[in-house]
């Protein structure tokens, strides 16, 4: 302890001495938030709407197929298809087959077709009709 007697528990000179009746800062949040969420839950939204045909149209009628960063973004989101991420999506096996899709050049172009939506629309109602696979 120094003549003061305000020395921190490790004595080292760049630590700071409170004095009595000063507060201590509020402790930073583990991990930022962006409009309320946090960036796990913003992905997570994200990945889970690739899941339907129709937003992947509208994504493609919107041209983000064609922005390298996006296509960048979509790679990286492959994260998903991992454990312990995979215990998060609601609906794991359209949201992970159609991330899987879009790395694919020619899926991107095709998907801008109606008829190409309307097909993985009916095979994704077929596969809801025939419930979980044993």
């Given at each position: 302890m120094d003549t003061e007697g305000i020395t921190m528990a490790t004595g080292s000179p760049?630590?700071?001495?409170?004095?009595?009746?000063?507060?201590?800062?509020?402790?930073?949040?583990?991990?930022?938030?962006?409009?309320?969420?946090?960036?796990?839950?913003?992905?997570?939204?994200?990945?889970?709407?690739?899941?339907?045909?129709?937003?992947?149209?509208?994504?493609?009628?919107?041209?983000?197929?064609?922005?390298?960063?996006?296509?960048?973004?979509?790679?990286?989101?492959?994260?998903?298809?991992?454990?312990?991420y995979t215990k998060y999506l609601t609906y794991p096996g359209p949201t992970l087959k159609n991330l899987e899709l879009l790395q694919q050049e020619r899926f991107r172009a095709d998907i801008l077709s109606p008829d190409k939506m309307n097909e993985l629309v009916e095979e994704g109602t077929k596969s809801g009709m025939e419930g979980p696979r044993s």
């Open positions: 760049q630590d700071i001495a409170m004095t009595e009746g000063q507060t201590p800062p509020p402790m930073p949040p583990e991990e930022p938030k962006y409009g309320g969420f946090t960036r796990f839950e913003i992905e997570l939204e994200f990945v889970q709407s690739l899941a339907s045909p129709q937003y992947l149209n509208y994504l493609a009628s919107q041209k983000y197929f064609e922005n390298p960063a996006f296509i960048a973004y979509l790679s990286y989101l492959q994260y998903w298809s991992h454990p312990p």
